[in-house]
């Protein structure tokens, strides 16, 4: 399994530098050497770098040293000197380490577009383009198996005026995941909370979906953050319960708003947290080959 995982991996990285090239070879030729930087260009930019002020810049030409200082700069990690981006200070990333750094990064995002993809990259590295990008999440299979529909529903926004002012839970069901494989898996339900304003979410495992469960992770989440003004839900049993509504005497300035039945659109915020906390989570066990 481990052999087939690891070829697989090695035709992918081929395909990303085949198709790399052959961007790069469609671009003009003026931005064609200076789109990436390999290995070689990189160790000559470093040897231009080191140069000492007044020496012969042979066997360089006199433009390429020029374009090297006004690009570039020398920073020390580790008593290594490192070769970054004079704009942005930030090392960088040869064109033979692309694939791999891109890798790590993505994962990292839990296989997020190529907005938060870029965000992460260009938080540690400079002069990774963005075709680069573009083109290892088209052949990202977690990502391209696992691609959800976007359906535009129109609906009247919800404004929220501050941190907690607005508190909007639900559960999501493991137990009809088509890649649930083990039958005795402890926690088959997740409670989503997320903050409308703020969008800070939480999620809570869960062995069943039984109302003193989910009363007993809202307890956990209100004495450490504080009650919200208003708790927003659907007309599950589970939050309409005595034990949920019991919350009220213990808090007595909180609020229940209920969504309209069979109306997931009333509560639009949460089921989009709910997706994406479902693709990341299917995501990572796609990688790493696991059913709980």
Request: overall charge positive; aromatic content about 10%; charged content about 25%.
């Amino acid at each position: 399994m481990e052999l087939d995982s690891s070829v697989v991996q090695d035709n992918n990285e081929k395909t990303f530098y085949e198709k790399v090239d052959n961007y790069i070879d469609s671009l003009s030729e003026n931005f064609r050497e200076k789109s990436v930087i390999k290995q070689q260009v990189y160790n000559d930019i470093l040897k231009c770098l080191l140069l000492p002020k007044g020496t012969s810049t042979h066997p360089y030409s006199s433009t390429f040293v020029y374009w090297a200082k006004q690009k570039f700069i020398l920073i020390k990690i580790a008593g290594i000197d490192i070769v970054a981006c004079a704009k942005s200070k930030k090392p960088v990333c040869v064109y033979e380490a692309f694939y791999n750094v891109i890798t790590e990064a993505h994962v990292n995002v839990s296989h997020g577009g190529r907005e938060k993809t870029s965000f992460e990259l260009n938080s540690q590295y400079s002069w990774i383009s963005r075709f680069c990008i573009d083109i290892f999440l088209r052949q990202c299979i977690p990502c391209q198996t696992r691609k959800p529909i976007k359906q535009h529903i129109t609906s009247k926004p919800i404004i929220s005026l501050g941190v907690m002012t607005r508190l909007q839970i639900d559960l999501i069901d493991l137990r009809t995941r088509h890649d649930k494989i083990s039958s005795d898996l402890a926690y088959c339900w997740i409670l989503n909370c997320i903050d409308h304003f703020s969008k800070f979410s939480w999620a809570f495992p869960l062995k069943n979906k039984s109302a003193n469960e989910v009363a007993s992770k809202l307890h956990e989440l209100f004495f450490l953050f504080g009650p919200p003004r208003l708790l927003h839900s659907d007309n599950g049993r589970e939050f309409v319960s005595s034990v949920i509504t019991e919350l009220k005497i213990i808090f007595p300035d909180l609020r229940f708003i209920r969504g309209r039945p069979r109306h997931p659109q009333s509560q639009e915020c949460i089921e989009r947290a709910n997706g994406v906390l479902c693709d990341a989570l299917s995501k990572w066990m796609s990688t790493n080959n696991s059913s709980s």
